[in-house]
């Protein structure tokens, strides 16, 4: 008899960004270039940050901080706000420079969430709850919310600092620490992060690693697989390529 793995959940994958919703396994210490949203859509779960661990209904971890997530049973969604995007902007003033912090989630706010049908649906719930929550978007310097943009369109297989500088109109140095100052990750951590996630978004079952290295950018298997360790411990077939996770491919309408 055929072993066929129960449903966990969905991925929805957009071309720039994803979310996970359902019974996700527990990881260990990884550090997401992404703030992450951690929603208990009906229960408490642990997770980690620096270190140190607690219960919660939901909660918000800046971007670049180790965590770790043990969801239990609990239905969960899990949403990444990449951190030049203005629902992470909207939320990070209330953090006041800390890792994290807990948020409020009523009831009627995680039935929405949880029962969410396809992309569109996600996306504007998903907006309802972030405009509940958090406030106007903290403003984003225009010539990093510029060099954002330009990483995201051309996605250059390496990062040349000085043609970046010079596309800002400022010295090198001065990018690389205004770049963190607004972000909270260095360059070069975001421009893996843009190629591990075109990775997620072009993952399909049977592709090989070396494929999928190639295609989205990284310099060979070993470095998208270390990459992926780093930022999600884990890399995209375990999500994608086991049938354990529906996959909805969301278009950048929805």
């Known amino acids: ?5 129960p449903v966990r959940g969905t991925l929805y994958l957009w071309h720039d960004r994803w979310m996970l919703l359902g019974h996700l396994p527990a990881n260990r210490v990884h550090r997401h270039v992404s703030a992450s949203l951690l929603l208990g859509l009906d ?3 642990e997770l980690e940050v620096n270190g140190s661990r607690r219960l919660t209904r939901a909660a918000l971890v800046a971007p670049d901080v180790p965590q770790a997530l043990n969801p239990g049973q609990t239905t969960m969604l899990v949403a990444q706000l990449d951190p030049d995007s203005d629902a992470w902007r909207r939320l990070a003033g209330s953090l006041a420079g800390r890792a994290s912090m ?4 009523a009831e009627e706010q995680a039935w929405a969430l949880a029962h969410s049908a396809d992309c569109r649906t996600l996306s504007a719930n998903l907006a309802q709850y972030l405009a509940a929550t958090g406030g106007p978007p903290l403003p984003l310097d225009a010539r990093i919310a510029d060099i954002c943009h330009h990483l995201r369109a051309t ?3 390496r990062l040349d600092a000085a043609a970046l500088a010079e596309r800002a109109g400022i010295s090198a140095s001065r990018l690389t620490h205004l770049f963190r100052e607004q972000t909270g990750v260095t360059l070069r951590r975001f421009l893996l992060y843009l190629k591990i996630t075109r990775a997620m978004a072009r993952w399909q079952p049977g592709m090989t690693l070396s494929t999928l290295a ?3 950018g990284f ?6 697989v270390r990459t992926a360790r780093d930022m999600f411990d884990a890399l995209p077939s375990a999500y994608i390529g086991t049938g354990e996770f529906r996959i909805c491919r969301c278009s950048d309408a929805d």
């Open 1 to 5: 008899m055929t072993d066929i793995s």
């Open 43 to 45: 229960g408490t779960f």
């Open 102 to 105: 807990d948020l409020p989630l």
């Open 155 to 157: 996605l250059p297989e």
């Open 214 to 216: 190639a295609e989205a």
């Open 219 to 224: 310099y060979d298997q070993p470095h998208l």
